[in-house]
């Protein structure tokens, strides 16, 4: 669709994707989607544009950002989030924890949160850039994952691969320190040590010599666990189809849109060379919608015919 070809970083939004867990002061848990909304607009390139763009400057999104903030045009994006309680997750229309799927606003309205803003460029790409470690585990009290497969994989392994890419100590990195307290951990020695635990310094919990202890304390609300191991079908909301939002998405766009879209999926689509692979990615879009379906069959069909 249009917006599958943002025309900067500037002028598309950002999404969390995932599920996450708010737990307020009286222990009750919510369910939450982030969005990051562009203040700048969204600005899209049409395939064309695109295709001239890219030969140009293939790195046209990274030149725009910097020199927006060179400017001093410092991009923005408004937060906001989604909040479900708890106990409507069992009962919702489809699996609020399943990635591919969105929340509808009407059912949970977007509420305001603040504000991100880019207001510099990196003075070092290497140190702020190369060697940021973004993991989804880094939780603070009152933030925590939920049932979402996907979410609960990643947990360990983006941690995993900043052990594995910047070393034990890459939370002593600057790019990655809190900034209101210290990393205190049992990290120590091997790559990019950066701090000055070594001599008599204990790398083992529990010891006597002061060293930091973890709290016990719960971050987030505890899940609900239910059923047997092994396995089995997941569980069916009443809309939990892979095609249904496909439709709605479709049926939202305007006819201008539509036609972009069946364009862009006819183009790659008619180069295949086998029939039933072509007839098996059309019976796709005839779920969404069957309009969808007779449209990107018509205009396979054309493509071919020429």
Not at 10 to 28: F, I, L
Not at 198 to 213: I, L, M, Q, T, V
Request: charged share 25%; net charge negative.
């Amino acid at each position: 669709g249009d917006r599958g070809i943002p025309a900067s970083y500037r002028h598309m939004n950002g999404y969390g994707s995932h599920t996450y867990q708010w737990t307020n002061a009286a222990g009750e848990a919510f369910f939450v989607k982030y969005h990051f909304k562009t203040n700048q607009g969204i600005r899209c390139l049409s395939s064309e544009q695109a295709q001239e763009l890219a030969g140009k400057d293939p790195n046209s999104h990274q030149t725009d950002l910097l020199q927006a903030i060179e400017r001093g045009v410092h991009p923005s994006w408004t937060l906001y989030a989604q909040i479900m309680p708890a106990a409507d997750a069992a009962e919702y229309r489809f699996n609020p924890f399943d990635l591919t799927k969105v929340w509808p606003h009407r059912d949970y309205p977007l509420q305001r949160v603040g504000r991100l803003v880019l207001d510099r460029n990196p003075d070092n790409v290497f140190a702020e850039v190369e060697q940021a470690a973004f993991s989804p585990n880094n939780f603070v009290p009152g933030i925590g994952p939920s049932a979402d497969k996907m979410l609960q994989g990643r947990l360990f392994a983006y941690a995993d691969a900043h052990r594995y890419r910047l070393g034990v100590n890459h939370t002593q990195l600057a790019v990655n320190a809190p900034r209101a307290t210290t990393a205190d951990n049992y990290g120590r020695d091997g790559l990019m040590a950066a701090n000055s635990q070594g001599r008599y310094a204990k790398n083992y919990e529990p010891n006597s010599y002061e060293g930091p202890a973890e709290t016990g304390r719960p971050l987030a609300a505890p899940l609900p666990v239910t059923g047997h191991t092994g396995t089995h079908a997941a569980p069916q909301h009443t809309k939990d189809d892979d095609f249904y939002q496909a439709g709605e998405l479709y049926r939202l766009m305007s006819e201008e849109e539509r036609r972009r879209l069946v364009a862009n999926i006819a183009g790659g689509l008619a180069q295949v060379s086998r029939d039933d692979v072509i007839e098996k990615n059309l019976a796709h879009f005839h779920a969404a919608d069957p309009e969808y379906g007779r449209r990107v069959r018509e205009a396979v069909e054309a493509l071919r015919e020429d």
